[in-house]
């Protein structure tokens, strides 16, 4: 007889990995198949499906008298689901920005005061760089300037698919916080 749910989590929390495993051959299917239904991008999912069997192992959050194990690990694959969709948009849409302004602005420039304050934003943007952790700068750089890929980026550095998307967000956060002054 296979044991419980509640029984695989109670040996979770006594530190079992293999409690886990078993977890992930129970519902991990499950957990990949909705989030490749939210985000339809099968890398994706298979980061949020270990992005979630991660967050069940580390903060061990599951309470048994609020639901099922399904139900738990269902809510929590939606929710980081529509998280990355959101920061998705936020992301395009930071980039669309600054793309437009870079571009809008290269185009127009034909002033002096024009070069002039064009070289300052690019100056700005370079030291704000310069500012991020190599690990962060280095995934920036690459995807932005050299217009890789993060796949692209993963398979150069010789690095999880994860750790550059994780360093991407990261870094552009940080890339952010450094500019907020600046982007308004």
């Known amino acids: 007889m296979s044991p419980t749910d509640l029984e695989l989590y109670q040996s979770l929390q006594a530190g079992d990995s293999s409690a886990l495993g078993t977890l992930y051959d129970r519902y991990g299917t499950v957990v990949y198949g909705l989030a490749l239904k ?24 599951y309470n048994p008298q609020r639901g099922s194990m399904s139900t738990f690990l269902t809510l929590l694959t939606r929710s980081r689901a529509i998280d990355r969709l959101r920061s998705r948009g936020r992301k395009r849409k930071f980039l669309g920005n600054w793309g437009a302004t870079m571009s809008d602005n290269a185009i127009v420039s034909t002033t002096p005061f024009d070069e002039i304050s064009l070289q300052e934003r690019r100056d700005r943007v370079r030291n ?5 952790p190599s690990k962060y700068r280095q995934v920036l750089e690459l995807a932005y300037y050299q217009g890789m890929s993060q796949s692209e980026i993963a398979k150069h550095l010789d690095l999880p698919l994860g750790t550059v998307k994780t360093r991407s ?15 308004g």
């Open 38 to 61: 939210i985000l339809t991008n099968p890398q994706e999912a298979e980061d949020l499906t270990q992005e979630i069997f991660l967050i069940l192992w580390r903060r061990q959050n």
């Open 128 to 132: 704000a760089l310069d500012d991020l």
């Open 169 to 183: 967000r990261q870094g552009l956060l940080k890339l952010r916080e450094h500019l907020r002054d600046w982007i």
